[in-house]
């Protein structure tokens, strides 16, 4: 079983940036596709970003498109969500997902704990 662990939260002003880490505790099928969902304060959660693919070929919500950026390592076992020009409605607790496939809709079978991330205004 693969564990996720989030890292990089925290509170940052309206126009700031912060970076979040998802580390896989080994690399495997199940890590082939891995990404950032978020929820915040009463709403549903929503994807955010993802990477995967033989290319890594990168996913982004249009919500954050030229904001935030997603990548990973080499080994493929971590993952960053570099985020830009934050904005107060970025608020909420992201969360690391990971499945061995991605498509539209991507309902991944692992996730991390989440890390908060606050934009104050």
């Known amino acids: 079983q693969v564990q996720l662990v989030e890292s990089g939260g925290g509170l940052v002003q309206a126009g700031g940036s912060l970076n979040l880490t998802c580390a896989a505790s080994?690399?495997?099928?199940?890590?082939?596709?891995m990404g950032w969902f978020r929820r915040a304060p009463g709403k549903e959660r929503e994807f955010v970003a993802a990477?995967?693919?033989?290319?890594?070929?990168?996913y982004y919500a249009d919500s954050v498109k030229g904001r935030f950026t997603i990548s990973r390592d080499d080994g493929k076992d971590t993952v960053w969500l570099q985020m830009n020009s934050l904005k107060a409605e970025d608020t909420a607790d992201y969360y690391c997902?990971?499945?061995?496939?991605?498509?539209?809709?991507?309902?991944?079978?692992?996730w991390g704990q989440g890390t908060q991330v606050t934009v104050s205004a």
């Open positions: 080994k690399r495997t099928f199940s890590t082939d596709f």
């Open positions: 990477i995967g693919g033989y290319d890594d070929v990168t």
């Open positions: 997902a990971a499945d061995s496939w991605y498509a539209g809709n991507w309902q991944p079978r692992t």
